[in-house]
């Protein structure tokens, strides 16, 4: 191919959907963009700023001359801005009477990129993505890209345009109005029923509306609704509280018009996900299929009351950016217009929203007022209705997915009842799923990001909600990538079948204190010698601040404190690969009549790098159940079973694994004051000495699930 690329006219498709003609003049993106209903070509324009495309157009023209002067061939090439690919997979096909490979570039160490080339020229870019992989090709050279994945025959093709209905107000069943948008295939046949896809929102319903009604291209008919209290719906939003019953209430009212069939599915991610999560729990017999992406969890678990704390930063940056309107604040969800730090340290407690954003919050103000679980929260609480889940649920989420103990919550309620048709998808993903190849330094293979992300929820859609006999339900109920071998694997379940779980043994001399001190990790309970228990002053007034954020964080320089218990294993001589949900069995005292334990479970090389997996936090009055708060008795030894985040893990030999106890992380929880009060009230902090046993009667534990 001998054009350069700013003579070339490109072609661009969105989840498999032809969306125009793209071309890079000198100064100018021009594009000849097809009429979204009648899917009539339109004449060429300059591209809008507003252009709602995953692909980094502007980028693009920005470093053309890079990605034309490189010299595409080796294993890997940098260009001068700093990218750097790798060669990827080929694809091989009949260009007008010649065979041709061509040859995909990974892009590496930043979000996805991925460069097509022929013979050494670009024709393409990849921006694989949640909402549908965007594909930017070169007139004729279409079967020489990933997009490839949407030929099959099993799966709906883009062959219709989008009716837009326009808005509806749908009342639920206290009278409450919800702004709801219809999008039904153009071009169907008169009269034909169709299939649904719901999906509901607090970030307004027009955000994403250019990728989700792509579906509707295929054949469904899609709703897009905000939920209570935000956009342009009616009410005020409690978060988590409505979701349930409005959800339903929805679904009778799709059934009701005239171009249903009567099968609904859904589709959310993140509080979208507790969205759709809850809604399965109505049982709602016409809720047919259901995609749950990295779903925020029930309060308790995952969001406002973590393992029963305060949750912080977490929980306030996403309060705070939809308390100041109906519409979210995006620069203040990011950290940019409100500091975190300064955030998490405002007090009191109940007026951060005032000081922060200079305004009251009705959920964090809702939330002071209920400190304790009760029925508010239970009804908050999707895991409580898990007998009422019939429909099949398709789970997506990854390592470093924030809400992934909401992920855990969901598929241990799928697991308890049995729900025919689960299946599981994690992958080395952040909360932003399917991103990136490499994250803080640790590198995954080039495999971590595939071009098949929304056909999988596509086929899921097609199963359930068309009928269609893909196979989906016939695959391996979970799929998981193993970091440190940087490979996918397969399982009849989650936590793997293969998986044999493993007991790790805290042990010391009484002097675990820091990575500095006699801390051990070993397969065998505590010897006479190393059973001495460990203590730490626990002062929450000084609390441990590492980052809050569910990513592969190097622990090492927070393990130089002396409030940190460190446990660490001897060197591995060989690698020993962990999959599947993880737990520790604590048996700890403290002189506190409450107070907080922080487990961590990390990776640590030969150099002493210490890289966090999985770690939760729980509230010790809570050991007993959220339901059955009971202060503790000042030095009394209690037995805590704590939760772990998931994982599929390989240590690799020469590596040790490391177990760390503490009692704060405070962008993830305010911490304990130690008192026992309510913490919205702020009572005044009392330091307290927290002692962890380990001996033969005090055995406690890491339990690891080992391939």
């Known amino acids: 191919m001998s054009k350069l690329l700013q003579e070339t006219t490109f072609k661009l498709y969105c989840a498999g959907v032809y969306e125009g003609r793209i071309r890079f003049t000198a100064d100018k993106i021009m594009h000849a963009k097809v009429d979204a209903r009648r899917r009539t070509q339109m004449q060429e324009n300059v591209l809008s700023e507003q252009a709602p495309y995953m692909l980094p157009l502007q980028r693009i023209k920005q470093f053309l001359d890079q990605y034309e002067g490189a010299a595409w061939s080796g294993e890997e090439v940098k260009l001068a801005n700093g990218d750097?690919?790798?060669?990827?997979?080929?694809?091989?096909a009949d260009i007008d009477g010649r065979e041709v490979t061509s040859q995909v570039w990974a892009r590496r160490m930043d979000t996805a990129l991925d460069v097509v080339t022929v013979d050494g020229c670009v024709?393409?870019?990849?921006a694989p993505n949640r909402y549908g992989m965007e594909i930017l090709v070169a007139e004729g050279y279409e079967a020489l890209t990933p997009l490839v994945v949407y030929d099959s025959p099993q799966l709906s093709q883009a062959q219709y345009g989008i009716q837009e209905l326009g808005t509806d107000l749908i009342p639920m069943r206290d009278g409450v109005r919800l702004a709801t948008d219809v999008y039904l295939p153009e071009g169907i046949e008169p009269g034909a029923k169709l299939p649904t896809i719901l999906i509901r929102t607090c970030y307004d319903r027009h955000m994403k509306k250019d990728q989700?009604?792509?579906?509707?291209?295929?054949?469904?008919?899609?709703?897009?609704?905000?939920?209570?209290?935000?956009?342009?719906?009616?009410?005020?939003?409690?978060?988590?509280y409505y979701e349930r019953d409005d959800s339903s209430d929805t679904i009778d009212w799709i059934i009701a018009q005239d171009w249903s069939d009567g099968n609904v599915g859904m589709w959310g991610a993140s509080y979208l996900g507790y969205v759709v999560t809850a809604a399965a729990t109505s049982g709602h017999p016409n809720l047919k299929a259901i995609v749950n992406e990295v779903n925020v969890g029930s309060p308790f678990v995952d969001t406002v009351r973590k393992g029963g704390t305060v949750c912080s930063w977490?929980?306030?940056?996403?309060?705070?950016?939809?308390?100041?309107?109906?519409?979210?604040?995006?620069?203040?969800?990011?950290?940019?217009?409100?500091?975190?730090?300064?955030?998490?340290?405002?007090?009191?407690?109940?007026?951060?929203?005032?000081?922060?954003?200079?305004?009251?919050?009705?959920?964090?103000?809702?939330?002071?007022?209920?400190?304790?679980?009760?029925?508010?929260?239970?009804?908050?609480?999707?895991?409580?209705r898990g007998d009422q889940v019939k429909a099949p649920m398709f789970v997506i989420s990854g390592w470093y997915d924030g809400d992934s103990a909401g992920v855990s919550e969901t598929w241990r309620m799928l697991t308890e009842h049995d729900v025919p048709n689960r299946k599981l998808w994690l992958g080395p993903w952040e909360h932003g799923p399917?991103?990136?190849?490499?994250?803080?330094?640790?590198?995954?293979?080039?495999?971590?990001?595939?071009?098949?992300?929304?056909?999988?929820?596509?086929?899921?859609?097609?199963?359930?909600?068309?009928?269609?006999?893909?196979?989906?339900?016939?695959?391996?109920?979970?799929?998981?990538?193993?970091?440190?071998?940087?490979?996918?694997?397969?399982?009849?379940?989650?936590?793997?079948?293969?998986?044999?779980?493993?007991?790790f043994y805290l042990g010391s001399g009484g002097r675990a204190n820091s990575s500095l001190g006699d801390g051990v990790l070993g397969a065998a309970p505590a010897t006479a010698a190393q059973s001495e228990p460990d203590s730490y002053l626990y002062n929450p007034d000084e609390p441990v601040a590492d980052s809050g954020e569910r990513e592969p964080e190097n622990m090492r320089k927070h393990e130089l404190r002396s409030d940190i218990l460190v446990y660490t294993g001897e060197a591995l001589r060989e690698e020993?690969?962990?999959?599947?949900?993880?737990?520790?069995?604590?048996?700890?005292?403290?002189?506190?009549?409450?107070?907080?334990?922080?487990?961590?479970?990390?990776d640590v090389d030969e150099k002493g790098n210490s890289i966090r997996l999985s770690n939760y936090i729980v509230r010790a009055k809570y050991r007993n159940g959220f339901d059955t708060p009971e202060l503790l008795t000042p030095g009394k030894v209690e037995k805590y079973t704590i939760f772990l985040q998931n994982i599929a893990h390989?240590?690799?030999?020469?590596?040790?694994?490391?177990?760390?106890?503490?009692?704060s992380s405070k962008l993830v929880a305010f911490p304990n004051t130690n008192t026992g009060?309510?913490?919205?009230?702020?009572?005044?902090?009392?330091?307290?000495?927290?002692?962890?046993?380990?001996?033969?009667?005090?055995?406690?534990?890491?339990?690891?699930?080992?391939?």
């Open 84 to 92: 750097v690919y790798r060669q990827h997979i080929r694809y091989t």
């Open 123 to 126: 024709i393409g870019f990849v």
């Open 212 to 240: 989700l009604k792509r579906w509707a291209n295929k054949g469904y008919a899609v709703v897009n609704q905000d939920v209570r209290g935000r956009a342009d719906s009616e009410g005020e939003l409690v978060p988590f």
């Open 314 to 384: 977490p929980l306030l940056c996403w309060t705070l950016a939809q308390s100041v309107g109906t519409r979210t604040d995006f620069n203040i969800f990011a950290g940019i217009t409100v500091n975190p730090e300064k955030a998490v340290d405002a007090r009191p407690i109940r007026d951060i929203p005032q000081q922060m954003i200079g305004r009251a919050s009705g959920p964090w103000d809702l939330w002071s007022e209920h400190p304790e679980y009760d029925d508010f929260w239970r009804n908050c609480t999707y895991s409580e």
């Open 434 to 503: 399917n991103r990136a190849r490499d994250l803080m330094g640790v590198s995954f293979s080039n495999d971590a990001v595939v071009y098949d992300y929304d056909v999988n929820v596509l086929r899921w859609f097609d199963r359930f909600l068309k009928g269609v006999d893909n196979g989906i339900d016939r695959e391996p109920r979970a799929a998981y990538y193993v970091v440190g071998t940087n490979e996918w694997r397969t399982s009849e379940d989650w936590t793997p079948v293969e998986a044999e779980v493993r007991s």
């Open 576 to 602: 020993l690969t962990v999959a599947g949900e993880l737990s520790c069995e604590l048996y700890a005292a403290s002189t506190g009549v409450d107070t907080d334990w922080v487990v961590t479970l990390s």
């Open 650 to 663: 390989t240590f690799q030999a020469g590596h040790r694994i490391r177990f760390t106890v503490t009692s």
């Open 677 to 707: 009060l309510n913490p919205y009230d702020d009572p005044q902090p009392v330091i307290v000495k927290q002692t962890i046993h380990h001996s033969a009667e005090y055995p406690s534990r890491v339990l690891l699930p080992v391939l």
